[in-house]
């Protein structure tokens, strides 16, 4: 098996799938299946698509998906980037270009998926307390939810 030591590492692109996100009872006639395929048809080397089964935790976001930076991304002071209502094709295929672009640090978030992020909130004893917002909303004030 050849090692990973030299070799560069690109974004890693992380698709939830636990809880609610990816579920037809939540979100029906949404590809849940394809969604990861597409990405990794889509998406250059040396990407990396992981699905996760672990709720994630924003479940009022879901479809949730991460973009973590490439080393070189991180160096340039990218940071992970977290997206929310990723319900159909049109979205995956602008993460895939973002991503093929750079991602996170190397390339502009594109107008159109800086309408889908968020801050994901603290985890407090296990359990995650998402805002609710409703897509290229934004969240009420504390205490108005």
């Known amino acids: 098996m050849a090692s990973r030591a030299g070799r560069a590492l690109g974004c890693l692109v992380t698709v939830c799938r636990g809880c ?11 590809g849940h299946q394809e969604q990861p395929r597409r990405l990794r048809r889509g998406l250059v080397q040396p ?7 672990e ?15 490439s080393r070189e991304g991180r160096a340039a002071g990218g940071r992970p980037v977290w997206l929310g209502f990723v319900l159909d094709e049109q979205i995956i295929d602008d993460i895939v270009a973002w991503v093929n672009a750079g991602g ?9 998926l800086s309408l ?9 004893h296990g359990a995650a307390a998402a805002p609710r917002i409703a897509p ?7 205490g108005q939810a």
């Open 104 to 112: 996170p640090g190397l390339a502009d978030l594109p107008a159109v």
């Open 55 to 69: 709720c994630l935790g924003p479940c009022a976001y879901s479809n949730v998906v991460t973009v973590s930076p």
């Open 20 to 30: 609610c996100c990816g579920t037809a009872r939540k979100h029906p006639g949404v």
């Open 47 to 53: 990407f990396r698509v992981r699905v996760v089964r």
């Open 116 to 124: 889908h992020t968020f801050t994901p909130p603290r985890r407090a």
């Open 136 to 142: 290229g909303g934004s969240a009420p004030a504390p």
